[in-house]
Each structure stands twice: as structure tokens, then as C-alpha cells.
């Protein structure tokens, strides 16, 4: 279950957040949720504006490629920024002063940048394909049903019923 509410007080009050976990129980007006860490938290039904339910995890290869070229093209564009910032040792004739990057340098180092993203992003196909992202369907809670029972020794019972 993710709960997506708003917080109600404190330094964050009004920040969006998402909960994950299991709904222990109803109090009320105030849905207690056992998150994964199992740690009860309480979320006032009135700061809630989505509830959804996880349906398994589902391939997901393109986005994989996507973070996968992105990690890899961050990692060579830090190898450039670092390799072109650093003093070149032997500069050779006619190359500037030794604190400049050179246009071979600079290529072959975006060469390498590129090959790092696709590297990144075939890994990431893989990896998106076995480990995939979980799909999420949002809950539509419809009208609740409240109903009484008499209970042994002169007491009652109230129970709610909320289809979903």
C-alpha cells in the first residue's frame, strides 16, 4: 500500500509525502500504516489525497537503459571535467600552457564519455529487464457503509465497511 498525503503540522506542514507499507489498522479518522521498517506511522485521513496498491513489479528495460546511459555519460563527463582540469605533464610544442586541455584530448575523452553511456545503458537494459519497477493502481474509495449490531450484556457493535 502507498499513502500520499500531505503533512499536517510541524517544520514540513504542507509537504507532499508517499508512505509504504501495510494498514494496520482504522482509528477514526486517522489511517495507521506499518511501513517497512515496522515503525507504525499515523496519517490523518483528511491530509490523504491518494491511496494505491501494489501489483508486482513489471520489466522495465528502456528505463533501465535510461539510468544506466545517464550513470555511465555522468561518470565519463566527471573523467573529462577531472582530466581536463588537471596540469597536462607534456603539453608537446605548439599545445598551449599546461593547464589547457587540448582538442585531442578533449575528443578522446568524449569518445570514452560515450562509450561509458552505452556500456551504462546496456547494463541497464539488463538490469531493468530482471529487476523491473513495481506498478503501482491508484484505490478508488467508494461510499462507506456504517452498520450496528447488539452485542451480549446490553453493549453494541459498529462496523465499517469501505469497498475499494
Known amino acids: 500500500m502507498r499513502v500520499t498525503a500531505r503533512q499536517a503540522a510541524g517544520r514540513d506542514s504542507g509537504k507532499v509525502q508517499n508512505?509504504?507499507?501495510?494498514?494496520?489498522?482504522?482509528?477514526?479518522?486517522?489511517?495507521?500504516?506499518?511501513?517497512?521498517?515496522?515503525?507504525l506511522t499515523g496519517i490523518p485521513l483528511n491530509t490523504v489525497s491518494r491511496l494505491s496498491v501494489s501489483r508486482g513489479r513489471a520489466p522495465d528495460p528502456v528505463g533501465g537503459a535510461l539510468k544506466g546511459a545517464g550513470i555511465g555519460g555522468g561518470v565519463g563527463l566527471a573523467l573529462l571535467v577531472a582530466a581536463c582540469g588537471e596540469a597536462d605533464e607534456d603539453p608537446g610544442p605548439g599545445t598551449g600552457d599546461d593547464d589547457t586541455c587540448t582538442l585531442s584530448d578533449f575528443g578522446n575523452i568524449l569518445l570514452l564519455t560515450g562509450m561509458l553511456a552505452v556500456a551504462g545503458g546496456a547494463v541497464g537494459i539488463v538490469a531493468g529487464t530482471i529487476i523491473g519497477g513495481e506498478r503501482w493502481q491508484p484505490l478508488a474509495v467508494g461510499?462507506?457503509?456504517?452498520?450496528?449490531?447488539?452485542?451480549?450484556?446490553?453493549?453494541?457493535g459498529v462496523g465499517v465497511a469501505l469497498p475499494f
Open 19 to 39: 508512505w509504504r507499507g501495510t494498514i494496520a489498522e482504522w482509528r477514526g479518522d486517522t489511517l495507521v500504516l506499518r511501513t517497512n521498517k515496522a515503525l
Open 143 to 156: 461510499p462507506g457503509r456504517l452498520s450496528f449490531r447488539s452485542g451480549g450484556g446490553g453493549g453494541f
